[in-house]
């Protein structure tokens, strides 16, 4: 309050200062504990090219200690898995039952083959990302009579309660999220070389599974009855190992079938572009400029997202056909050195290797935001800015700063790494009839008779896999389509060989 002084001015009012004793040391306070985070180059170019600071991107509420360091067992006494924290298992349950509504198609193929049994015998080793969704997929597999062990393709996609969740179930689960390169493998090699356990299936997102028993154990390819694969960087994989004459087992393309192109990738992209956006920079997309590379199925999915929100949109596109479709939505077509001085997001969506180069990055203007939505991490050359000129700031989790001498700086969100998986989550719904599609696949892999599939890669017919889904699906009822007129599940599916030439 005021006080009036003896000749009648009035002085200045006299003001309290509230301190906290402890404020400034605890201001300065900052974590010290550091995990052991072996950091090493790995021997696959799709999962590893880049150097990978995993650490910093775990949950700042969890503990630094590694789970490789810790022994944990769920309630049934079982240790068999190595996960981020056990005690999360109640939370993951939960987000599973979630998941289990919006996936009419894989709850229905459960309920109406449990009986039957069709993986009896089955001993499945995956690698996909641990997601809820794939967690009702797991639950499936083992409902039809499988064995599940199980690694995660993505370092960061991982949700560490889901995994929990599985743990506590029985399955053997090894993924967290924030792994390092190290843990990745090391997580990948448990699955696979367990004493009394041998695989005879595979399902793949990205080939690091089946790349990793290729160089390390291939003799288990001898009772190995197929493989199974997701994405477009393991199908170009398969690809590779057939025409080189080193595919010894009958492998199934699930990425080219209709259910994944025309529903997974479309508008599976189309909605999480957005969200993983959104979650990492909060960034206005009216009026922004953006580059999205490649036209496929995901690109059309980020092109149609980001059009919709008022973004200016330009592709760059090497397929003539793919090309033309986006000239035809209304996109203009470009070269990235035409317009990287003007951009304001760079999306990478091609499969391609080094799509964005060390040149592009340092001609983008400040604060252009860079992101990958490919499942392999090499579309942008994050090795090229492991340079001493430039410096790395962490803004938050799953974002970088990198800047360069000039001061100007870019944002690169998950180090390159696929952005929606990595940042945010992805719609469940659309999730279903990929995850059902794999189930399905297989399914017939393991039931059929020996000779019937060689040694090539398999798509799924448009038949198999359209009218099924498009008739039952959609309507949210059931897939009961599938099993009206059949009695049997060994040949149920007449499988197309793909040419290695395509």
Not at 81 to 104: H, L, S, T, V, Y
Not at 141 to 147: D, P, T
Request: net charge positive; glycine share 6%; aromatic share 8%.
């Amino acid at each position: 309050m005021l006080k009036k002084k003896k000749d009648g001015e009035i002085s200045e009012p006299s003001v309290k200062k509230i301190q906290f004793a402890d404020q400034k040391q605890e201001f300065n306070k900052r974590p010290t504990k550091i995990s052991r985070r072996s950091l090493s180059r790995s021997i696959s170019q799709s999962s590893t090219d880049s150097y990978s600071s995993a650490a910093s991107y775990t949950d700042s509420s969890d503990d630094e200690t590694s789970p490789r360091d810790k022994q944990q067992k769920n309630s049934k006494g079982n240790a068999d898995f190595c996960i981020k924290n056990i005690k999360q298992a109640d939370f993951g349950r939960r987000e599973i039952e979630i998941a289990e509504q919006e996936m009419p198609a894989l709850m229905a193929l459960r309920k109406r083959a449990q009986g039957e049994k069709p993986l009896a015998g089955a001993k499945i080793v995956g690698c996909t990302h641990i997601t809820a969704q794939t967690a009702v997929l797991m639950e499936t597999l083992s409902a039809l009579g499988a064995q599940c062990r199980w690694a995660a393709c993505n370092i960061y996609s991982t949700q560490n309660e889901v995994a929990a969740a599985l743990a506590e179930g029985g399955f053997s689960v090894f993924a967290w999220k924030g792994e390092s390169e190290d843990d990745f493998w090391w997580c990948i090699d448990r699955c696979v070389n367990v004493e009394g356990w041998q695989p005879n299936m595979i399902l793949d997102d990205g080939g690091d599974l089946t790349h990793w028993i290729y160089k390390k154990y291939p003799n288990m390819f001898k009772k190995i009855k197929g493989i199974v694969e997701e994405s477009v960087t393991g199908v170009h994989r398969l690809y590779q190992l057939s025409k080189a004459g080193k595919l010894c087992v009958p492998a199934m393309n699930v990425n080219d079938s209709v259910t994944k192109q025309k529903f997974d990738n479309l508008y599976c992209c189309r909605e999480s572009i957005l969200d993983g956006l959104k979650r990492t920079t909060d960034v206005m997309f009216g009026g922004k400029q953006v580059v999205v590379c490649g036209y496929g199925e995901v690109g059309k999915g980020c092109c149609a997202a980001l059009k919709a929100m008022g973004s200016i949109v330009y592709v760059t596109e090497i397929d003539p056909i793919c090309a033309l479709q986006a000239c035809m939505d209304g996109f203009r077509l470009v070269k990235l050195n035409e317009v990287i001085r003007q951009v304001d997001i760079v999306i990478t969506c091609t499969g391609n290797k080094n799509v964005v180069v060390r040149e592009y990055m340092d001609r983008m203007k400040n604060g252009c935001i860079v992101c990958n939505m490919g499942h392999s991490n090499t579309e942008i050359d994050v090795a090229s800015l492991r340079t001493p000129e430039l410096t790395w700031e962490r803004v938050r989790s799953q974002v970088d700063h990198v800047i360069w001498p000039d001061g100007k700086r870019i944002v690169l969100l998950a180090e390159g790494r696929l952005l929606n998986l990595s940042c945010s989550t992805v719609p469940t719904f659309v999730l279903s009839i990929t995850a059902t599609t794999q189930a399905l696949a297989l399914i017939e892999l393991y039931n059929a008779p020996e000779g019937r599939y060689k040694q090539d890669v398999y798509l799924l017919p448009k038949k198999m896999v359209s009218a099924p889904f498009l008739s039952k699906i959609c309507c949210c009822s059931s897939v009961s389509f599938i099993f009206q007129n059949v009695k049997q599940w060994p040949g149920r599916f007449l499988w197309k060989p793909v040419s290695i030439t395509k």
